[in-house]
């Protein structure tokens, strides 16, 4: 089994920041892709940052140039750092990563969700 455990979410006024981190945790051979993604109420599900094994990221347009996506394999975390925060931020953050059990198998696991306000 593997859990994941996410933190770091809460309350800040625009223009503040936050981070966000996303713990893996149990039978884990290896993690591949890390993702952040967001659901904002009355919106869809959206793509907020990806990175890759290799460490390469990318970034929704939204929030390019204020947020940075990095991991720590060793720790088998990722993290979120969220700067110059605005109110249309405002969503659960859930952290996404793919990972390969110790018995080979890959499948995506999510984390429970964070809530980000951002207050104006």
Do not use: H
Not at 91 to 103: D, F, G, N, R
């Amino acid at each position: 089994q593997v859990q994941l455990v996410e933190s770091g979410g809460g309350l800040v006024q625009a223009g503040g920041s936050l981070r966000l981190s996303c713990a893996a945790s149990g039978s884990i051979f290896s993690i591949n892709g890390m993702g952040w993604y967001r659901r904002a109420p009355g919106k869809e599900r959206e793509l907020v940052a990806g990175i890759t094994a290799g460490g390469r990221a990318n970034y929704a347009d939204s929030v390019k140039g204020r947020f940075t996506i990095s991991r720590d394999n060793a720790k088998n975390t990722v993290y979120l750092q969220m700067n110059s925060l605005k109110p249309e931020d405002t969503a659960v953050y859930y952290c996404q990563l793919t990972i390969t059990t110790m018995k080979r198998l890959p499948y995506d696991y999510w984390g429970q969700g964070t809530q980000v306000t951002v207050s104006s």
